[in-house]
């Protein structure tokens, strides 16, 4: 492999995000109809065998930070057998895995075992009615279970919460999560609302931002300290309570975009390469795969996509197109 993954804007890629399955069983409002949605034949799904041989090649070229996703990846067998197979490849620095957290009771351990160093698990509500209304499933209390689960093992750390933000159904369960942060050892992060739903119904009068969120936060607690970022491509905007106890993050792709220093590409479960969430075309990688192509044609591929990755997403400009996939279909 010939350097590093570089844009056409300069922006070194560095983040890959895999999707290893569109299925779920969930069927939250902000990313699957309730009914409706045909799955992927599964002949049509990657293998691990293809997907760990795309991030071999990546990782040859600088990718060294991988995110499992789905749809729900652990509704997928043997998850922690392909961990397994990832951390064999030398010049991965970070495994991730993000969860609706239902299967963690069962999984945190092996999952643990097989090299997982790091998890995000979703969760937008704390009460059992709105959690349902949300996501259309009565699991609330299996979510949190996962969540005690994880603790029993500190090499999956930190342990992040992700709570999609929207107005008129977040902003009185704010001061609830934050506690949560103090008492527990989770980072929780708000997500602004993205026009990712597969029912597109979208607004942007439906936006909570992350700067309202803290501005609740705050009033309660006192001003947050900001926590120096890790590197220029963090999307969120850490923050620490002023006494020391718990952390909370702002993920604001809607009100503060992040594009400029996007180091992220996305691979979906059947094998479709995209540079940007609101990408609007693909590069197919699976026909490589099964059509006998060598390595370096697949390199050729992603440096190809890779070049032509958006500068930027225009959800605030009139330029701005939807996306026709939703997030299930792309991969979280």
Same mark, same amino acid.
């Given at each position: =492999? ?17 999707? *290893? ?10 990313? =699957? ?13 990657? /293998? ?52 609706? @957290? ?53 090499? *999956? ?12 159904? /977040? ?44 501005? *609740?936060?705050?009033?309660?607690? @006192? ?68 059509? @006998? ?8 591929? *992603?440096? @190809? ?18 996306? /026709?996939?939703? =997030?299930? =279909?792309?991969?979280?």
């Amino acid at each position: =492999m010939d350097g590093q993954l570089v844009d056409s804007y300069g922006r070194h890629i560095k983040s890959m995000r895999v999707s *290893i399955t569109d299925r779920c069983n969930f069927r939250c409002r902000y990313c =699957m109809p309730a009914e409706g949605l045909p799955w992927l034949p599964r002949d049509e799904i990657l /293998t691990y065998e293809e997907l760990a041989r795309i991030v071999r090649i990546a990782a040859l070229m600088g990718v060294d930070q991988i995110r499992l996703t789905g749809g729900e990846p652990l509704v997928r067998r043997d998850v922690p057998e392909f961990i397994r197979m990832l951390t064999a490849i030398p010049d991965l620095r970070s495994i991730s895995l993000t969860t609706n @957290g239902t299967r963690l009771p069962q999984l945190a351990g092996p999952l643990a075992a097989a090299g997982l160093t790091r998890i995000n698990v979703s969760l937008d509500s704390l009460v059992p009615h709105k959690f349902f209304q949300i996501t259309r499933r009565n699991a609330l209390e299996a979510v949190l279970a996962g969540l005690a689960a994880l603790e029993a093992y500190p090499s *999956i750390h930190p342990i992040k919460i992700n709570a999609v933000a929207m107005k008129n159904f /977040t902003e009185d369960e704010v001061l609830d999560f934050a506690a949560l942060a103090r008492r527990k050892p989770y980072i929780v992060r708000w997500i602004e609302f993205m026009p990712l739903d597969a029912d597109q119904i979208w607004r942007k009068e439906d936006i909570l931002s992350g700067g309202e969120i803290r501005a *609740i936060i705050e009033a309660e607690y @006192g001003p947050l300290v900001p926590i120096a970022e890790a590197g220029a491509s963090e999307t969120a905007r850490r923050y620490r309570f002023a006494d020391g106890i718990g952390e909370v993050g702002f993920i604001n792709p809607v009100s503060e975009p992040f594009c400029a220093t996007c180091d992220r590409i996305r691979l979906t479960a059947e094998g479709g390469l995209r540079t940007c969430l609101f990408s609007q075309t693909e590069t197919d990688l699976r026909t490589l795969l099964r059509g @006998g192509a060598d390595d370096h044609a697949i390199e050729a591929a *992603i440096r @190809g996509a890779v070049l032509q990755k958006e500068l930027k997403h225009y959800i605030n400009d009139k330029r701005f197109v939807r996306s /026709t996939r939703s =997030m299930s =279909m792309i991969g979280g």
